[in-house]
């Protein structure tokens, strides 16, 4: 939601800029704007209830004594001994790794600036109803935890599949120079929103990269939080899975920064989402359907 109400803001701000130019740098307001957000949301958290005064009459809050940096080191490195957090590495890996290639490659390199903040309203508006559709899956009681893993992760690859797919036919036909595999950015070439015939595919691709890429992120949330029922640790497994996707998206920015060809980008972006399935496929068809209270993990035990 925050995303989509800062790309409000940028639409309305760039809206009456000439979108026939190639380039048109932001306007001083969008990042005056975006600045006062961001500090009026921090504002925000000094109105957090404290923990101690959160009552919840549907299931139990366990509360933790505050760990020292030194026990919560040894918690962290202790995490490694766990194979089953080491095995959805690649899937942690390439849940973000993809945005370069959405939104530097497709939408930076096909439309103008103001249809660039009118298709970030949609993407996320698209990760919204992807996340909220998936996740009457992922809480379908009457289905085993097994079962709704294996389905959503069925789910996942073949949205997937269909999106690249798509993604690579338009791009053979509309980004890739014979010569150089970048796009043409000439004046002319830019798409506005308003260009119904010219924009409905692209602009309807994009939404669709928004959904697959919103149900990576449902899916590997929902995989951690089947592997304990403490949730100290599972805030652990959720700090190391950021770490690696940042990892992941970092590597994917520096391919675009040397100018790294469409088309191999495309193929190794491909090439990771594949490669992470078959890990996540075996993680899936080992979770226990059941609950198990006497041990934090829901796997079976390897100590």
Known sequence: MGAICGSIVLFAINFNQNYRLSYVP??????????????????????????????????????YDF???????????????????????????????????????????????RTRAFNSIIYWTSQILAAFAISFL??????????????????VTMLTCIVWGCSLA????????PLTGRADAATDSLIDFTQFKRSGIPTTLFFSMGVVAAL????????????????????????????????????????????????????????????????????TLNIKNERQEKYPMNFIDIA
């Open 26 to 63: 932001p306007p001083m307001a969008s990042y005056i704007v975006l600045a006062s957000l961001e500090v009026l949301g921090a504002f925000c958290a000094l109105f957090l209830v404290p923990f101690a005064n959160v009552h919840r009459e549907v299931m139990c809050i366990r509360s």
């Open 67 to 113: 760990l020292d940096a030194r026990i919560e080191a040894y918690e962290m490195l202790y995490m490694f001994r766990d194979r089953w957090i080491l095995v959805l590495i690649p899937l942690f890996l390439v849940s973000n790794f993809f945005y370069t290639y959405q939104w530097t490659l497709v939408n930076g390199a096909i439309f103008n600036l």
């Open 138 to 155: 992922h809480d379908y009681k009457h289905l085993p935890r097994r079962w709704r893993g294996t389905i959503s992760l069925v789910i």
């Open 170 to 177: 338009y791009q053979l036909v509309h980004l890739d120079s």
């Open 216 to 283: 990576w992120q449902s899916l590997a949330y929902w995989l951690i939080g089947t592997m304990s029922e403490d949730s100290a640790m599972i805030a652990r497994y959720a700090g190391f899975h950021k770490s690696i996707q940042s990892m992941g998206a970092m590597v994917a920015w520096q391919l675009e920064a040397q100018s790294v060809s469409f088309m191999v980008q495309i193929i190794v972006n491909w090439s990771l989402v594949v490669a992470a399935l078959p890990p996540t496929l075996y993680f």
